[in-house]
């Protein structure tokens, strides 16, 4: 299924440069200091046009707030964020119109990315209605066609009906049609497939990989799925704790892990695969909350290949070390 | 890139209906559902019946004053019957006595009635209509607007309204108009916004609002079309409790006689109280029970309807 990366090409529609998004908390009820949440913490990389790259990680490690910075519905802390050579932070008027064309975003959980109180068609019509795309014959046809696109054939049979009339995997859909249907040209992909039954999944998988080949568009793929990931993507960025800790073509990835992290996540899927080596899982205790962080190596607490330098040590740079594979450990 | 492609292999996509016959058929449907769902609890119905009885005894009265009965007579502000003693006990010609004046007691009712929906519905109206706008609005836009009108609800909430309209009202006398609107509009500024304002807060981090701002929706277009939407139910519910509301102000504000308003329930008791019968009130009984006894219920009619509406509108409080 993976293409070939296309790291060379110059050909780059979103880039992203040391974005950060810092959450203030507060650390009980009585103190008045103020902590900062590093959810997304000086984070870079690319996607090409037309390429598909996944954002692995743990819960909490800062996914969505990544996605949610891109389609601007959270503003970054600091860094730069570039969609088709426009910064997304200086779009302003009109061109948000045209942004909110070309950018869009899948939700997460379909049971709650769509509007109870709306009909199917009406969810659908909505980013065309919003931005006055046609007349109401040509939404309708759009939508339809659309419809039919995702799966949900024949359209007719979904037009006016509710979203709680529909299965998971069939809300799922719409939203898929919704996010799709003023044609845009790159994606937020926010792990679709992770609220509904295994049983659909690889159905929405399929449709995904499906609709990437037919419409022609890139993909920011979150999930927290290694498997998905490698099914699905051109290249795999893995996070931790808002950075991102390895990245590189996603066979590259799955088959040679370099960071501690990466291969105690590679170690905990099922891949079906013989050939690969796999060592044993032993990451130390749970995920905390990045909340002012220490300096070090974000994954020191629970990192099982761990040197004394590291705990002295400035936390590490993502670096190339040969065909586009970044990864950032001091040990390599 | 976005050329808007209309190649359909499928042949020109037409609905088979036009829109709004489709959309009608849609509202009907979840009408009819809501309807089911409503029917199933007693006290909601129990609610319906008495206001449609209510609706019934006070469209009497038109029929009544021009066929039956006699204007002069029965006329519930300035009739008078020559033939008795007043306040007459009920009898025959008077099914519930007259007033210490001479009026029909059952004429006053009735005619009071209509007003008493009018007030209600009017002023519950001017409520909620207020109540949605500003709660959403200090919802979605927070900031300097939310905590201006949660001060201002605080304050309608916080200060004696009714007993300073007691005061006021022995100087400038409400009447009938300005008088719903009042008790409207310090409702609709009042608690309900408060109440709105959290469902409204509620609605606006859910992901589908997130949503319509990725597809490009204006927070104008967010609002009208998301939100909105989405509070109406609860709004529909409190309206009903704003009528009981604004009726108990209308009567206790009426009997101490400080609205300009000639006749309605409150004003019955108003005048058996001026005149001195209050005292002996278990003797004159039906100068003040009958007036007592409709405020009562039909208040409790529209709190019953809340009640009912309760369980439509939050499905986590039925029963299966
Ligand atoms: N609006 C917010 N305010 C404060 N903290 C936030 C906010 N949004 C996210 N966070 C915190 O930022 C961190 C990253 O959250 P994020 O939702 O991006 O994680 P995720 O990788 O998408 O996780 P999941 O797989 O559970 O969806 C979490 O610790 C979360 O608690
Ligand atoms: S830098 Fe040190 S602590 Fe961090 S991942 Fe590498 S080995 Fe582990
Ligand atoms: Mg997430």
Known sequence: MALPAATESKDVILEVSNLSKYYPVNQGFFTRQKSLLHAVDNVSFQVNRGEVLGLVGESGCGKTTTGRLIVRLATPTSGRILIEDTDVAEIKGQDMMEFRQKVQMIFQDPYESLDPRMTIFDIVAEPLNVNGIGTFEEREAQVEEMLSLVGLAPPSAFLFRFPHELSGGQRQRVAIARALVVRPSFVVADEPTSMLDVSIRTGIMKLMAQLREDLGISYLYITHDLAVARYLCDRIAVMYLGKIVELGNSEDIVKRPLHPYTKALISAVPVPDPAIDRPLPNIKGGVSKPIDPKPRCRFYDRCPESADSCAEAENPELRDIGGGHLVACHLL | ?320
């Open chain 2, 1 to 320: 890139m976005n050329e808007l492609v209309p190649t359909h292999e499928t042949g020109p996509a037409s609905l088979a209906e036009p829109i709004w016959k489709i959309r009608w058929k849609l509202t009907r449907r979840s009408l009819r559902q809501n309807w089911e769902i409503f029917k199933e609890s007693r006290i909601g119905m129990l609610g319906i019946i008495l206001i449609i009885a209510f609706g019934i005894f006070g469209a009497m009265w038109p029929i009544m004053i021009n066929t039956v009965w006699d204007p002069m007579v029965y006329d519930p502000v300035v009739g008078f019957d020559p033939m008795m003693m007043h306040p007459s006990p009920p009898s025959g010609t008077h099914l519930l006595g007259t007033d210490p004046i001479g009026r029909d007691i059952l004429a006053q009712l009735m005619h009071s009635t209509g007003r008493e929906f009018l007030l209600g519905v009017l002023s519950a109206l001017i409520t909620v209509v207020i109540g949605t706008a500003v709660g959403t609005a200090a919802a979605y836009y927070g900031g300097l607007i939310d905590t201006f009108f949660m001060r201002i609800a605080d304050i309608i909430l916080l200060f004696p309204f009714i007993p300073l309209l007691v005061v006021v009202g022995a100087m400038v006398k409400l009447s009938f108009l300005p008088f719903a609107i009042i008790m409207g509009v310090l409702g609709g500024f009042g608690g309900i916004t408060i109440i709105l304002k959290a469902q409204a807060l509620s609605v606006s981090v859910r992901p589908y609002i997130d949503a319509a701002r990725v597809a490009g929706g204006s927070n104008f277009h967010i609002i009208v079309s998301h939100i909105i939407p989405n509070v109406l139910p609860l709004s529909f519910l409190y309206m009903m409790f704003s009528v009981t509301s604004a009726i108990l102000s209308e009567a206790t504000l009426s009997f101490f006689g400080v609205l300009n308003i000639d006749m309605s329930w409150g004003m019955m008791i108003h005048t058996a109280d001026v005149a001195g019968y209050l005292f002996d009130f278990a003797r004159y009984w039906w100068l003040w029970a009958p007036a007592g006894l409709a405020i009562t219920l039909f208040c409790a009619a529209f709190y019953m309807v809340g009640r009912g509406l309760d369980e439509v509108v939050n499905p986590r409080l039925r029963k299966r």
